[in-house]
């Protein structure tokens, strides 16, 4: 089923690029521990920094990389959530040079702001010397994710930067400073990846029948909302990762590593819904560790979900096992 964006969606490739400076937001939060896991989420949005080049625009790239800001505000900034890695998969991709400015953080406050060190960068982009700039990881400064004004004031010096704003991060959808409040001060529109996650989303809006989703990911309180209401529209639903874990918890009373008591609470309510109706397909096997790693030789094995009973308490488990689909 063929859906069409809303008219009032301003699209990339109507936007006047050409000698311009696009501030582009992406999400390239794939960095663990100062390495790139999985290249998937850079490699779904070249198609937008393809299409900002070849028209003649000069990017500046942006990114969130893990939680450097803990709960009490404190931000650290250091190697493990830099976006050096990236900037170098995508010089290799790209064949271009890629400058990533660096800026002084104020000990735990993070980076106060963009300061004038980033003009000659600024102007080796415009003078087509250097072929993007990679902004440093937009949670160590603090205005990103601040309460007060300081994202607004965050936000104009990003707008300081640029002439045009292009948004491709649909899975970043907090309204931070590099996602929303930067739309007041530049002319803003969707990248490519951006409207295919739209179309994307307007199909299950609107699903054909029979309608299966498939639902997972790291985090589940924010997946809360959203997952209660596809559980609504689907006619079978199938969860991997913590989503899955954090289910399973609720649902058998178990213990994971790993798995916040407060999600599980908040997993109660999906587990009542589906013993009305019966909507969650639940895979048999899953692969239980001893470490978050991954599958190390010798730390993995299969554990059938036959295994959970109230009271018992797993190590880490991975996801889904191979074996629930043979």
Same mark, same amino acid.
């Not at 993007?132 to 004031?153: C, H, M, V």
């Not at 309204?175 to 307007?202: C, D, R, V």
């Given at each position: 089923?063929?859906?069409?964006? #809303?008219?009032?969606?301003?699209?990339?490739?109507?936007?006047?690029?050409?000698?311009?400076?696009?501030?582009?937001?992406?999400?390239?939060?794939?960095?663990?521990?100062?390495?790139?896991?999985?290249?998937?989420?850079?490699?779904?949005?070249?198609?937008?920094?393809?299409?900002?080049?070849?028209?003649?625009?000069?990017?500046?790239?942006?990114?969130?990389?893990?939680?450097?800001?803990?709960?009490?505000?404190?931000?650290?900034? *250091?190697?493990?959530?830099?976006?050096?890695?990236?900037?170098?998969?995508?010089?290799?991709?790209?064949?271009?040079?890629?400058?990533?400015?660096?800026?002084?953080?104020?000990?735990?406050?993070?980076?106060?702001?963009? #300061?004038?060190?980033?003009?000659?960068?600024?102007?080796?982009?415009?003078?087509?010397?250097?072929?993007?700039?990679?902004?440093?990881?937009?949670?160590?400064?603090?205005?990103?994710?601040?309460?007060?004004?300081?994202?607004?004031?965050?936000?104009?010096?990003?707008?300081?930067?640029?002439? %045009?704003?292009?948004? *491709?991060?649909?899975?970043?959808?907090?309204?931070?400073?590099?996602?929303?409040?930067?739309?007041?001060?530049?002319?803003?529109?969707?990248?490519?990846?951006?409207?295919?996650? !739209?179309?994307?989303?307007?199909?299950?809006?609107?699903?054909?029948?029979?309608?299966?989703?498939? %639902?997972?990911?790291?985090?589940?309180?924010?997946?809360?909302?959203?997952?209660?209401?596809?559980?609504?529209?689907? #006619?079978?639903?199938?969860?991997?990762?913590?989503?899955?874990?954090?289910?399973?918890?609720?649902?058998?009373? %178990?213990? !994971? $590593?790993?798995?916040?008591?407060?999600?599980?609470?908040?997993?109660?309510?999906?587990?009542?819904?589906?013993?009305?109706?019966?909507?969650?397909?639940?895979?048999?096997? %899953?692969?239980?560790?001893?470490?978050?790693?991954?599958?190390?030789?010798?730390?993995?094995?299969?554990? $059938?979900?036959?295994?959970?009973?109230?009271?018992?308490?797993?190590?880490?488990?991975?996801?889904?096992?191979?074996?629930?689909?043979?």
């Amino acid at each position: 089923m063929e859906t069409q964006l #809303d008219q009032r969606l301003p699209l990339l490739q109507n936007a006047d690029v050409e000698n311009k400076i696009v501030l582009l937001r992406v999400d390239h939060n794939v960095v663990k521990k100062g390495t790139i896991e999985d290249p998937f989420r850079i490699d779904q949005t070249i198609g937008t920094i393809f299409n900002i080049v070849e028209r003649g625009g000069r990017p500046i790239i942006m990114t969130h990389i893990g939680r450097p800001r803990d709960k009490t505000g404190k931000i650290k900034v *250091d190697k493990s959530t830099a976006v050096e890695p990236i900037a170098e998969y995508l010089e290799r991709k790209l064949h271009t040079k890629i400058y990533c400015p660096t800026f002084r953080p104020e000990g735990d406050e993070g980076i106060k702001s963009i #300061d004038t060190s980033i003009n000659l960068a600024v102007k080796n982009l415009r003078e087509k010397k250097i072929g993007a700039i990679y902004l440093p990881n937009t949670r160590w400064f603090q205005g990103e994710e601040s309460k007060t004004g300081y994202r607004d004031d965050f936000a104009r010096q990003l707008a300081g930067l640029a002439d %045009v704003f292009v948004n *491709d991060a649909f899975g970043s959808w907090q309204p931070h400073a590099s996602t929303y409040h930067i739309t007041k001060y530049l002319p803003s529109f969707a990248g490519y990846l951006m409207q295919k996650e !739209i179309q994307n989303l307007s199909q299950v809006l609107q699903p054909e029948r029979p309608f299966i989703s498939v %639902v997972a990911g790291a985090k589940y309180n924010t997946k809360i909302g959203p997952l209660n209401e596809i559980y609504k529209k689907v #006619d079978k639903l199938i969860l991997g990762g913590i989503i899955y874990n954090t289910y399973l918890c609720a649902k058998y009373d %178990v213990s !994971i $590593s790993g798995i916040e008591r407060e999600d599980v609470e908040a997993a109660g309510n999906l587990v009542e819904m589906d013993k009305k109706h019966h909507k969650i397909l639940e895979l048999p096997y %899953v692969y239980e560790s001893d470490t978050m790693e991954g599958k190390i030789e010798g730390r993995y094995r299969v554990r $059938s979900i036959k295994e959970f009973r109230k009271g018992a308490k797993f190590p880490y488990i991975l996801d889904i096992a191979k074996e629930s689909f043979e």
